[in-house]
């Protein structure tokens, strides 16, 4: 699926005139067989009726699985269009400060959240919107904390690099790189000692995991060694 919506959005930028590398000023469509899909949805309801198409009328297909299928489409598909949305008001300096977009890595946050159950904790680097997204905070309240008013998930006060929602469990957006490395260790080992004191008989058991996202930057510092 990710590299079907590449090869869209490849197809779209040289319709348009638009090398890889620039920033287009209106979010690119994506194009299947010459019909524009402009919305989330609708990218979704093609590609199902293209998978339909691909294996024929008669084919047996799990509607579970198809719609487990959808659903990460639909995420990916989400982080790519409010990466692009962002870039466009990062152009027109409505979002001011730092911006450090997601795109092209949208199947890593989709694939390993898909993964996780609500108690799971989540921490991530500076990149972090597409992770956001995909934990469940909402679009409205992500790009309002872009724009640093109180109605973000961290009161206007965090901007790009600062997502957080403790009802999710998802906790940063850390501008530092490699800072939030020991942050993860050190709720892992809270949720350790926790574990350890209340899971006994006739305590309810806490089986929490803390999972940490990282790039290869975080390699040259030290902490990552540590």
């Known amino acids: 699926y990710q590299h079907r919506v590449e ?19 209106v979010a690119p469509r994506l194009q299947h067989e010459g019909r524009a899909v402009l919305d989330v949805e609708g990218a979704v309801a093609v590609e199902a ?11 047996q297909l799990d509607p579970d699985r198809v ?14 269009r409010f990466e692009e949305r962002c870039a466009e008001l990062y152009q027109a300096e409505k979002i001011r400060g730092f911006l450090h977009l997601y ?12 993964s996780l159950v609500p108690t799971d904790a989540i921490v991530a680097t500076y990149r972090e919107h597409g992770h956001a997204l995909v934990r469940g905070l909402d679009a409205g309240c992500i790009m309002a904390e872009m724009y640093g008013v109180q109605e973000g998930c961290s009161r206007g006060r965090g901007g790009s690099m600062h997502l957080f ?15 939030h490395l020991p942050l993860a260790v050190g709720m892992a080992l809270g949720e350790r000692v926790l ?32």
């Open 7 to 25: 090869a869209h959005f490849d197809r779209a930028q040289e319709a348009r005139g638009v090398g890889r590398g620039r920033a287009p000023v």
């Open 195 to 226: 574990s350890a004191r209340y899971n006994r008989p006739g305590h309810e058991v806490i089986d929490h995991y803390t999972y940490v996202f990282a790039g290869d930057g975080c390699l040259m510092e030290g902490i990552s060694h540590e």
């Open 165 to 179: 929602d403790a009802e999710t469990r998802f906790y940063g957006g850390n501008a530092i790189v490699a800072g």
């Open 103 to 114: 795109i092209g890595e949208e199947a890593v946050a989709v694939g390993v959240i898909n």
């Open 49 to 59: 009726v293209a998978q339909h198409e691909r294996l024929g009328e008669d084919a």
């Open 67 to 80: 719609e487990f299928y959808h659903r990460l489409l639909r995420e990916m598909l989400l982080v790519r």
